[in-house]
């Protein structure tokens, strides 16, 4: 453990994920990144940069090894390292090691490679910052999360299971994006890792299927939609809650005549198939809710839905907790790696603080109607944190960095979604005092 109290004022950001295979060196914020460098120029030496972790991707660069995967990256992001040097000229830049670039933690030639752009590398784990008497408890958050952690943290060859999954999928996917009809595979790093079959399944149907399979299986889908409204509608006659299933009885069908009898026909053969999958689908669903408590009591699948990305077996909140009770003196607890930015005060009025990503986001939107694929419409996030001290008291700015994300839907994707937007991040208070 590393504590260092050199200045009054401490910016954090994280999990910026520069470089990587293929499409992954594209970077979709690099003129928000260079502002917000220039402005922190601008200010003091009394002032901190900390990059908590996750900022290159070295494990989706899988064709360069050693210490030239940073060449490689700065090769393809010299605005950012330009401003990197420029900026740490004038405030200092700490950065820490995430599970994306752990391999600055096994070569030591890194900190001389870093220091050249005026960025002071830390492999401490953890680190502390002191505001107002205080202490700031700093780390990337990687070694809570048993499928990021490394067994034996500054060893190459240590490396956890999450490695050998990024370079799989996430940088065997970018390599071969660009061989679709669109690169929505680069995109892959940017979907939570329970939603990829669906995303998958939504990229195909939307981007890859032949326009004229998709054309033809779209009446098919809403005569889906039309048969579970028919047979609610008969299970309600059946009770005796209406007279009449008007949805296969009615005037429509009886004004277009024979065109009217074939629709009629094609809902009632419909009925009775869909009646045959959802009673075999009943006890299927009891097999599979089984599986799924099965895999949760292993740990293998997370208790609930409202996770983000990376979710660790024990959670953030009880690891900090333990920090808090460890260490009285310490009263926010800083970390990045799940990509989900949230501020949260304790019942003890301390803070547990994750700065985010300043990657693209791909939230679930479900279509306005019909039974067709999800789609994932891009967002971004882009904040930042201003810690500092204010009238004896710890003051927490929060700022987030307006982007709108390039048109990336089709026509089609935009109509089945018309009106509807994606769920907001958690809500962080724009400035937070600690008593």
């Known amino acids: 453990m590393q504590t260092r109290q050199p200045v009054k004022s401490f910016y954090f950001v994280s999990d910026l994920h520069l470089g990587g295979d293929g499409q992954l060196q594209l970077c979709d914020f690099a003129d928000e990144f260079v502002t917000f460098l220039k402005g922190l120029e601008k200010l003091s030496s009394e ?41 740490g000229a004038k405030i200092k830049i700490t950065l820490l090691v995430g599970n994306h ?76 994006s660009v061989f679709g009809k669109t690169a929505w595979l680069k995109d892959i790093r940017s979907v939570d890792v329970r939603q990829l079959p669906e995303w998958l399944l939504s990229n195909y149907f939307y981007n890859e299927m032949n326009p004229i399979i998709r054309w033809i299986m779209l009446p098919f889908l809403g005569l889906l939609s039309f048969t579970i409204l028919a047979l609610i509608a008969q299970g309600l006659k059946y009770f005796g809650v209406i007279d009449a299933n008007y949805l296969l009885k009615n005037s429509v069908f009886t004004t277009l005549g024979i065109i009217g009898d074939l629709i009629q026909l094609s809902v009632i053969l419909s009925m009775i198939i869909w009646s ?135 026509i089609l994707q935009r109509i089945l979604i018309f009106n509807k937007t994606a769920e907001p ?4 208070s724009p400035k937070t005092i600690l008593d």
Not at 296 to 303: S, T
Not at 425 to 428: E, L, M, S, T
Request: glycine share 6%; aromatic share 12%; proline share 5%.
């Open 47 to 87: 002032t901190e940069l900390i990059i908590i972790g996750d900022a290159f991707g070295f494990w989706e660069l899988t064709t360069i090894s050693g210490t030239a995967k940073l060449d490689e990256i700065a090769k393809h992001h010299a605005s950012i390292f330009d401003q990197l040097r420029k900026t």
């Open 276 to 410: 045959f999958i959802i009673a075999v689908s009943i006890p299927l669903f009891f097999i599979l809710r089984d599986v799924k408590k099965t895999l949760q009591r292993m740990r293998i699948l997370p208790e609930t839905k409202d996770v983000p990305l990376y979710v660790p077996d024990a959670g953030y909140e009880e690891h900090a907790e333990r920090i808090f009770g460890e260490n009285p003196k310490v009263a926010a607890y800083i970390f990045g790696h799940t990509h989900d930015a949230f501020l949260k005060k304790t019942a003890k009025g301390k803070v547990i603080i994750n700065t985010g990503t300043w990657l693209k986001l791909l939230k679930r939107i479900p279509v306005i109607f019909g039974y067709m694929p999800a789609i994932y419409r891009p967002t971004f996030r882009l904040n930042y944190f201003k810690i500092h001290e204010e009238n004896g008291k710890i003051a927490i700015e929060y700022t987030e960095i307006p982007k709108t994300p390039a048109v990336e839907l089709s």
């Open 101 to 176: 670039d752990y391999d600055l933690a096994c070569y030591p030639e890194y900190v001389d490679k870093l220091r050249a752009y005026n960025i002071n590398l830390d492999t401490s784990i953890s680190i502390t910052r002191e505001v107002a008497g205080k202490l700031l408890w700093i780390e990337h958050g990687q070694q809570v999360d048993g499928f990021n952690a490394s067994p034996d943290y500054g060893n190459l060859f240590a490396q956890p299971v999450g490695y050998y999954i990024t370079e799989a999928t996430v940088a065997g996917a970018s390599k071969y």
């Open 425 to 428: 991040g958690k809500y962080i």
